[in-house]
Nanobody
Framework: QVQLVDSGGGSVQAGDSLRLSCAASGRSFSSNAMGWFRQAPGKEREFVAAISWSGAGTRYADSVKGRFTISRDAAKNTVYLQMNSLKPEDTAVYYC?????????????????WGQGTQVTVSS
């Protein structure tokens, strides 16, 4: 059974940092792109960041560029999202996802598997 388990969320102050992790099990995703999305209350799910199968290519939403960094450890079948300089508007449930292909896409329909989500709350 394929499973993505998100972790690392929490409640922090503006300007703090968090690192989210997404551990995959059930199969290897070393040939797939991985991504992070988020959904704030009352809003649609939005793209945050994605990384190619090799890790050489990354893509970010403009709202997080320069503050967030996505990375992956193929040996551990794990993807990370380092979030620095957090803002209250980053508050959301964050979901990791495994892509259908190897390209770091930004559309959610390009992703076949999803984690359960981890809550990030940033207070001012």
């Amino acid at each position: 059974q394929v499973q993505l388990v998100d972790s690392g969320g929490g409640s922090v102050q503006a300007g703090d940092s968090l690192r989210l992790s997404c551990a995959a099990s059930g199969r290897s995703f070393s040939s797939n792109a991985m991504g992070w999305f988020r959904q704030a209350p009352g809003k649609e799910r939005e793209f945050v960041a994605a990384i190619s199968w090799s890790g050489a290519g990354t893509r970010y939403a403009d709202s997080v560029k320069g503050r967030f960094t996505i990375s992956r450890d193929a040996a551990k079948n794990t993807v990370y999202l380092q979030m620095n300089s957090l803002k209250p508007e980053d508050t959301a449930v964050y979901y990791c996802a495994a892509g259908s292909g190897s390209y770091p896409a930004s559309r959610s329909n390009e992703y076949a598997y999803w984690g359960q989500g981890t809550q990030v709350t940033v207070s001012s």
